[in-house]
């Protein structure tokens, strides 16, 4: 079973940032897509970010766009999500996830299309 480890949470005041990894225990993550979503307090889970296995592909939640970037390193099987100007809105549980693919796009946005999880970060954004 895969495993999936997220690290880097912690609380920042508003306008900073953080960078999150997700490694993976992985065999086949070069050929799995990662993403990464969130969970709110009173919110459903949704989809942030997300990146294929060849690292070329994204999709993007508007409410992010220019602040955060995911990355991967597929050789350590590792991905990361780096979150810049964050507000009190960013605050709540980060989770990575992965799915593998045949191709590399599209890039799934459904919590329900990923196979693996990890057990979140939290994240919080407070003055």
């Known amino acids: 079973q895969v495993q999936l480890v997220e690290s880097g949470g912690g609380l920042v005041q508003p306008g900073g940032s953080l960078n999150l990894s997700c490694a993976s225990s992985s065999r086949s993550f070069d050929r799995e897509t990662m993403a990464w979503f969130r969970q709110s307090s009173g919110k459903l889970l949704e989809f942030v970010l997300g990146?294929?296995?060849?690292?070329?592909?994204?999709a993007i939640l508007k409410s992010v766009k220019g602040r955060f970037t995911i990355s991967r390193d597929n050789e350590k099987k590792v991905a990361f999500l780096q979150m810049n100007n964050l507000t009190t809105e960013d605050t709540g549980v980060y989770y990575c996830?992965?799915?593998?693919?045949?191709?590399?796009?599209?890039?799934?946005?459904?919590?329900?299309?990923?196979?693996?999880w990890g057990q979140g970060a939290q994240v919080t954004v407070s003055s």
């Open positions: 996830a992965a799915r593998r693919q045949s191709i590399p796009v599209p890039i799934k946005t459904l919590p329900s299309e990923y196979e693996s």
């Open positions: 990146i294929s296995y060849t690292g070329g592909s994204t």
